[in-house]
């Protein structure tokens, strides 16, 4: 790839047609083609959020792996949930951190426990002190070709849990110990405004998402704390290959004609964590590739 291409963002990344391919949920990074990229041999840090302490769910692959990396290249130290049986990749996770001279713990948990989720806080605060930083990504989805008459509750139930219930716990159990200055950051999607109906449950939760930053960050903003939320447009994480039929033409309807790779969802965490965002809170910063939302 030339310097003009690089520059390009139509080409700096893998277009579709891809391979078609298939994994059981939830998926691992190794068997996906082309290979994600999490900015490993790109991004560089500038010192941004030094010595900070953060909560990372969903950390094992994906966006939270880019978002893991990025943050101990910026000085934090980082603790990320992953479920058990995506072990190895959160064990490359922690390697990336732990490779960026910053402390890496790779914690099992189900956030659809309100249980294992206070053990999660209670062990950030008893490895850290405070935590600065709080990023709920871990999500759920899985398609249905026939839309709401396809979804089981059992399924609905999955949903709702992961993507809400874990992010409205870790909120109120994280509080407490979120000094002034500090972010609470959630990964809500392209699919809270533009809903694909075989994704519709999935779509629901992450427009609740947004109504649930936006009113958290005025309760907060007299306490010093900033509350915004991401919403990716199309990336490649192993997300895709578990939950979706079609792969091969995955990302193709973004206007850049491309998904995103993970590496260029994590500058924008990177951003509101930071006090460069220090005017900035109840904010869904949108990074769908060009499609256009309110």
């Not at 990372?56 to 692959?61: P, W």
């Not at 659809?112 to 062990?123: F, G, P």
């Amino acid at each position: 790839m030339n310097d003009e291409e690089r520059r390009n963002p139509v080409e700096r990344h893998p277009r579709p047609t891809f391979p078609q391919q298939d994994q059981e949920h939830p998926g691992w990074t190794g068997p996906m083609d082309p290979p994600p990229d999490h900015g490993e041999e790109s991004y560089r840090g500038s010192g941004l959020l030094e010595d900070r302490s953060v909560v990372l769910t969903g950390g094992d692959s994906g966006i939270g792996r880019a978002v893991a990396l990025a943050y101990a290249r910026e000085g934090a130290d980082v603790l990320f949930t992953h479920l058990p049986e995506e072990a190895d990749d959160a064990r490359e996770t922690a390697r990336l951190v732990e490779d960026a001279g910053r402390k890496a713990i790779a914690v099992p948990c189900d956030v659809r426990d309100e249980e294992q989720c206070r053990k999660l806080i209670e062990r950030a605060v008893a490895e850290f002190g405070r935590i600065d930083v709080l990023v709920n990504n871990a999500a759920y989805q899985m398609a249905q070709s026939d839309g709401i008459e396809g979804i089981s509750t059992e399924q609905f139930d999955r949903v709702v849990r992961t993507n809400l219930y874990g992010m409205f716990w870790l909120c109120k159990l994280a509080l407490p110990h979120i000094p002034a200055g500090g972010s609470i950051i959630n990964s809500t999607s392209v699919q809270a405004y533009k809903p694909s109906p075989h994704l519709l449950d999935y779509a629901m939760t992450k427009g609740a998402i947004v109504t649930f930053t936006q009113g958290l960050a005025q309760m907060l903003a007299p306490r010093g704390i900033r509350v915004n939320a991401v919403a990716p447009g199309p990336v490649w994480t192993p997300l895709i290959p578990a939950t979706l039929p079609d792969t091969e033409e995955f990302g193709k309807q973004a206007p850049l004609g491309r998904p995103a790779q993970p590496a260029e969802m994590a500058p924008a965490y990177v951003f509101l964590a930071s006090d460069r965002a220090s005017y900035i809170t109840a904010e869904i910063l949108n990074a769908t590739g060009g499609t256009p939302l309110p």
